[in-house]
C-alpha cells in the first residue's frame, strides 16, 4: 500500500513563505502526475498544484504566482514552495495523485497556518 508522509508546515506571517515536501512510498511515483491539495476548516479538500509525469505543471487561480510544485523523481518527492502567504491559505496541505478519483491512500497531512 502506498504510504505518502507530508512534512513542513507550521505557523507563518501573512506574506511569509515555507515549502511542503512530500514522500511517496512507491516504484510508480515516477509514472504518475501528483498534486498537492487543502482543506480547510468547513470547506472540501481543493486541488492547488499539479505536475504531471513530464514535469508539466498548473496551479488553481487562488494560488497562481505565488505557489510552484515541483518534483524530484529519483528520490519519489514532490515539493510545494509557498510564497507570499495570506490568511486564506490555512488549511492542511495533502499530496496525492494529480487525479483525486485515483487517489491513494491519504497521508497525514501537515498543517499551514497564516496568521500575524
Known amino acids: 500500500q502506498v504510504q505518502l508522509v507530508e512534512s513542513g508546515g507550521g505557523l507563518v506571517q501573512p506574506g511569509g513563505s515555507l515549502r511542503l515536501s512530500c514522500a511517496a512510498s512507491?516504484?510508480?511515483?515516477?509514472?504518475?502526475?501528483m498534486g498537492w491539495y487543502r482543506q480547510a476548516p468547513g470547506k472540501q479538500r481543493e486541488l492547488v498544484a499539479r505536475?504531471?509525469?513530464?514535469?508539466?505543471?498548473s496551479s488553481a487561480d487562488s494560488v497562481k504566482g505565488r505557489f510552484t510544485i515541483s518534483r524530484d523523481n529519483a528520490k519519489k518527492m514532490v515539493y510545494l514552495q509557498m510564497n507570499n502567504l495570506k490568511p486564506e491559505d490555512t488549511a492542511v496541505y495533502y499530496c496525492?495523485?494529480?487525479?483525486?478519483?485515483?487517489?491513494?491512500?491519504w497521508g497525514q497531512g501537515t498543517q499551514v497556518t497564516v496568521s500575524s
Open positions: 496525492n495523485r494529480g487525479i483525486v478519483t485515483l487517489a491513494w491512500p
Open positions: 512507491t516504484n510508480t511515483f515516477s509514472r504518475v502526475a
Open positions: 505536475i504531471d509525469s513530464d514535469g508539466n505543471t
